[in-house]
């Protein structure tokens, strides 16, 4: 066990370390990963298979993340477009 969290460990220290040349999307699908990584290896341990756990909750993770990232430029945009329809109606 103290070898896994040592491994969860340092995928993230890893992840979040190099974030600051990434993009927004790249942030949150990696960030994503990471956090499923963890989840995964948290309930793969308890069902008996740690690595499938971790990569189910991996690429579950990274899909919520990139999704995640999708809804919050979707916001951004809406923002936008409705502070310049704003600024054309003063």
């Known amino acids: 066990m103290k070898k896994l969290s040592f491994i969860i ?6 992840v979040l370390g190099g ?11 990696a960030g994503g990963a990471a956090i499923g990584t963890a989840a995964g290896a948290a309930v793969g341990a308890m069902a008996g298979d740690t690595p499938m756990g971790m ?7 990274a899909a919520g993340g990139y999704l995640y990232d999708r ?11 409705g502070y310049e329809a704003g600024q054309k109606n003063k």
């Not at 460990?9 to 890893?14: A, E, Q, R």
């Not at 974030?19 to 699908?29: G, H, I, L, V, Y």
């Not at 990569?55 to 993770?61: E, F, K, Q, S, T």
Request: hydrophobic residues 35%.
């Open 9 to 14: 460990f340092l995928m993230i220290s890893l």
């Open 19 to 29: 974030c600051a040349e990434m993009s927004d999307t790249t942030k949150r699908t």
């Open 55 to 61: 990569a189910v909750g991996a690429a579950a993770g």
């Open 71 to 81: 809804h919050k430029k979707s916001e951004e945009k809406a923002y936008q477009e």
